[in-house]
């Protein structure tokens, strides 16, 4: 191959494989954090809702959600802890459904919690805290048969 042809198809090849996009800063790529996050008392312990992000900081439709760390506080001004991860299977993350909940199983009755949500990208990005919610658990009565 002559030394301008084999130039020519190098260049065609780099042309072809070139970025689609200008590149971001990873600040900007970072997930939203997670919305409107509440605690709900249950029988087997504290049930928290959220609505999950569906875009990056920099404003870009987000594709790659991994999923979410659960935190938890004991009480306000406590430092917070993980307690658990809710991760997407590829079905929940390109299906988006916006509302998730997970329930902290983990909890003692009349003791108050702190609650805050982090969404977290498949290559490991993280959001910032969501918003946090509190609650004191204590189980919802069992409900009575009326007769």
Do not use: H
């Not at 997930?31 to 870009?60: E, N």
């Not at 329930?103 to 108050?112: A, H, I, K, L, Q």
């Amino acid at each position: 191959m002559r030394r301008g042809a084999r130039t020519a198809a190098l260049v065609l090849v780099l042309a072809a494989c070139g970025l689609k996009n200008d590149p971001l800063a990873p600040e900007l790529v970072r997930p939203m954090p997670p919305a409107s996050l509440s605690a709900i008392a249950a029988a087997d312990g504290v049930t928290l809702r959220w609505r999950r992000p569906t875009s990056y900081v920099g404003g870009q439709r987000m594709r790659d959600l991994g999923g979410f760390d659960i935190e938890r506080a004991p009480a306000a001004g406590e430092p917070f802890a993980k307690v658990g991860t809710l991760t997407l299977a590829d079905q929940q993350r390109f299906r988006q459904e916006r509302d998730l909940s997970w329930t902290d199983r983990s909890v003692v009755r009349g003791e108050e919690y702190v609650y805050r949500v982090v969404a977290f990208t498949t290559d490991g990005s993280r959001s910032v805290p969501s918003r946090v919610a509190r609650i004191r658990w204590v189980p919802p009565a069992p409900a009575t048969g009326a007769d």
